[in-house]
């Protein structure tokens, strides 16, 4: 594993003036897709006109490229563990044609998807300031048990779905590209309330597990009918602990 | 087709003799083509072409179009279809199996939660909320066997499912400067891709829309506007559906985004069913 890339969140968010930007994204998805799993070695190093310092920590960002650098790492994570999850005997040794491992494989193929598209993105409008590969560690997350797979990747999607809700608002419709940031945020949100479902029915089939009065929240006194939207800071805790590489999160918005 | 009359309900006379009126905005939203094609503008294009601006400038204009109160009643309209949808189907004896009555039980409670809700929302705006219309869920001339029949009951339950999920979706941006109302629609969107998920799943789906058509989502053809679109694999400007051969392909990457609708599709799904 790659050595955590630590720089200083310094420019602002601008928006795109270079006109290779197009051909840059296209660069970043087509290497982000050779060669082995998504290690992407240390091209990247390539872009940064800074030198690196070490005792520097990593700063998402302010206005909507931290917003962006917040949602990476998020997919980050959740890529990772189902990267992880697909090489342990739990899924490899369920029968390929089973919905279980169609759903753990789909997800897998999902996350890996949402965060090269994040990298992509991100790479585009700010080469300089993207987040660095993040490293992690799950603990006693046994790769090799079902339970603990599934119950961890449904406190993922749960998790990414109240981020992703909260994250909604933060997002600056006004600035360059803010509206289609926005509209990229609710097209994802989504598919991981629908991962989060499958995940939960998976471990209480056939209940009301996948839209669970205990994972949901009341709004103006009418029932826990709606999904919880949390800000960066509670996110953050709450995932925080599977991730390794340090970070500052402290010019995010928070309105 | 209903449609009009939908849209002589969800109008009032005040909206009507105001800038940016509700009949213009469907109007401008009834030209779908050309949303379709705006909708996927690339951004990265759009950074590059004075063109490309422009027509992302259209894109924020039309998304900005609806005021907030016809947003809201917009999402009163769904749930209440949502709503009497499935209170008509728990409440017909034999239709549900007693396995599957936990799943839309839940359901019914969150939809019945939402009409509470939005009706509310609608009210904290100083608006009236609009009447709960009367619906027909045979579809008039489609003659659809919905509360005899328990797989068109499915079809249909994802197909309002699937279409909630886009409808709210769509109006993002037309809540976006307003950030309570834009943070309780996304509260109450993801919800709505919950169930999509449990009762595609139910019926032998995957919980994630495979793009397609309505007949390869497992729903009738005559419903083909409610997956139209959701084959789009270029996001942010870039076709994505080459570059995880390794990942699923293609297919994969229709699934790993959901797609909005705009408000006059969605009414034009939701129109099929309304009588008045």
Redesign the interface.
């Known amino acids: 594993m790659k050595k955590p890339v630590i720089k200083v969140q310094k420019k602002e968010f601008a928006?795109?003036?270079?006109?290779n930007?197009?051909r840059q994204?296209?660069k970043m998805?087509?290497l982000?897709?050779v060669g082995s799993g998504f290690l992407l070695s240390c091209s990247n190093d390539d872009d940064f006109t800074e030198p690196v310092d070490p005792e520097e920590v990593f700063d998402l960002g302010s206005g909507n490229l931290g917003i962006l650098n917040y949602a990476y790492a998020l997919e980050q994570l959740e890529a990772d563990f189902y990267t992880k999850a697909v090489a342990g005997a739990y899924y490899t040794g369920l029968a390929d044609d089973s919905?279980e491992k169609?759903?753990i494989?789909?997800a897998?193929?999902?996350e890996?998807?949402?965060r090269?598209?994040f990298k992509?993105?991100i790479s585009?409008v700010a080469p300089n300031d993207i987040l660095p590969e993040l490293e992690f560690d799950y603990g006693s997350i046994d790769f090799d048990n079902r339970d603990s797979v599934l119950s961890t990747a449904l406190l993922l999607e749960d998790t990414g779905?109240s981020a992703?809700?909260?994250a909604?608002?933060l997002?600056d419709?006004t600035a360059?590209?803010g509206?289609?940031y926005?509209?990229?945020a609710?097209?994802?949100?989504?598919?991981?309330?629908?991962?989060?479902?499958?995940f939960a029915?998976l471990i209480n089939p056939?209940?009301?597990a996948?839209?669970?009065d205990g994972i949901?929240?009341d709004?103006?006194g009418?029932?826990?009918?709606?999904?919880?939207?949390l800000p960066p800071s509670e996110v953050i805790a709450a995932a925080g602990g599977f991730i390794t590489t340090e970070f500052t999160a402290n010019q995010l918005p928070t309105? | 087709m209903n449609f009009i009359k939908l849209l002589d309900n969800l109008s009032n006379q005040e909206f009507l003799n105001s800038k940016g009126s509700r009949r213009d905005s469907f109007k401008q939203f009834g030209k779908t083509g050309k949303n379709i094609a705006l909708a996927s503008i690339?951004?990265?294009?759009?950074?590059?072409s004075s063109k490309a601006k422009a027509a992302?400038a259209s894109?924020?204009a039309a998304?900005f179009q609806a005021t907030p109160s016809e947003v809201l009643n917009f999402a009163l309209t769904l749930e209440y279809l949502e709503r009497n949808f499935y209170q008509i189907a728990m409440d017909t004896d034999g239709l549900i199996p007693e396995?599957?009555r936990?799943?839309f039980?839940?359901?019914l409670?969150?939809e019945?939660?939402?009409v509470?809700?939005f009706k509310?929302?609608v009210e904290g705006l100083g608006e009236e909320p609009i009447p709960e219309p009367t619906f027909d869920f045979t579809g008039g001339d489609l003659m659809l066997d919905t509360f005899e029949n328990y797989a068109t009951f499915m079809a249909l339950s994802q197909g309002f499912e699937d279409t909630g999920?886009r409808a709210?979706?769509g109006q993002?941006?037309a809540l976006?400067?307003d950030?309570?109302l834009?943070?309780?629609a996304?509260?109450?969107?993801?919800?709505?891709?919950?169930?999509?998920?449990?009762v595609r799943?139910m019926r032998g789906q995957?919980?994630?829309v495979t793009g397609g058509t309505a007949a390869s989502n497992g729903i009738p053809s005559v419903f083909d506007a409610i997956y139209a679109g959701e084959a789009n694999t270029v996001?942010?400007?870039?076709e994505?559906a080459g570059?995880?051969?390794?990942?699923?392909g293609p297919q994969?990457?229709q699934?790993?985004?959901?797609?909005?609708l705009t408000m006059d599709e969605v009414l034009a799904i939701g129109g099929i069913f309304i009588v008045s």
């Open positions: 928006p795109i003036e270079n006109n930007s197009r994204f296209l998805g087509s982000a897709v919905e169609q759903i494989r789909d897998w193929y999902h890996v998807i949402h090269e598209f992509a993105a585009d779905v992703y809700n909260g909604g608002k997002i419709v360059p590209l509206d289609v926005l509209l990229l609710g097209k994802i949100v989504s598919v991981e309330a629908r991962h989060a479902a499958a029915d056939g209940t009301t996948f839209a669970r949901l929240v709004l103006g009418t029932g826990l009918s709606y999904d919880k939207a309105s | 690339p951004f990265a294009l759009a950074a590059t992302t894109m924020s998304a396995a599957d936990a799943v039980g839940q359901i409670k969150h019945s939660s939402h509470e809700f509310a929302a999920v709210f979706k993002a941006g976006a400067n950030n309570d834009l943070t309780f996304l509260q109450v969107h993801s919800v709505e891709a919950r169930h999509a998920s449990q799943r995957k919980g994630w996001q942010g400007g870039v994505l570059l995880f051969p390794d990942f699923g994969a990457v699934e790993a985004f959901d797609e909005p």
